[in-house]
């Protein structure tokens, strides 16, 4: 059975960073384009990046350039979301996803990992 599995949230006070991390079971994730997005309460389910299948290609949502970094480690089945400099409103529900290329339609879910901003 294919699954993604998302952890590395928390909470943690405005400034903070996490690393999200996004694992592989039952398949090698090397297939798939991996893209991060969230869903904050009350609102749409939005992308922050995604990065290609053999990582050498990264695309970002603007608001997320230079707070957030996508990157891979394919050997470790793993997708990770680096994000520094925390703000409230990152508060979210956090999920990978997994997709043929970077422009296709999500083919696999995660279930969400919890980051919350708070003082």
């Known amino acids: 059975q294919k699954q993604l599995v998302e952890s590395g949230g928390g909470s943690v006070q405005p400034g903070g960073s996490l690393r999200l991390s996004c694992a592989a079971s039952g398949f090698t994730l090397d297939r798939y384009a991996i893209t991060w997005f969230r869903q904050a309460p009350g609102k749409e389910r939005t992308g922050i990046s995604c990065i290609s299948s053999s990582g050498d290609s990264t695309i970002y949502k603007d608001w997320a350039k230079g707070r957030f970094t996508i990157s891979r480690d394919n050997a470790k089945n793993r997708v990770y979301l680096q994000m520094n400099n925390l703000k409230s409103e990152d508060t979210a529900v956090y999920y990978c996803?997994?997709?043929?290329?970077?422009?296709?339609?999500?083919?696999?879910w995660g279930l969400g990992t919890q980051v919350t901003v708070s003082s």
């Open positions: 996803a997994g997709l043929r290329d970077c422009s296709g339609f999500v083919e696999l």
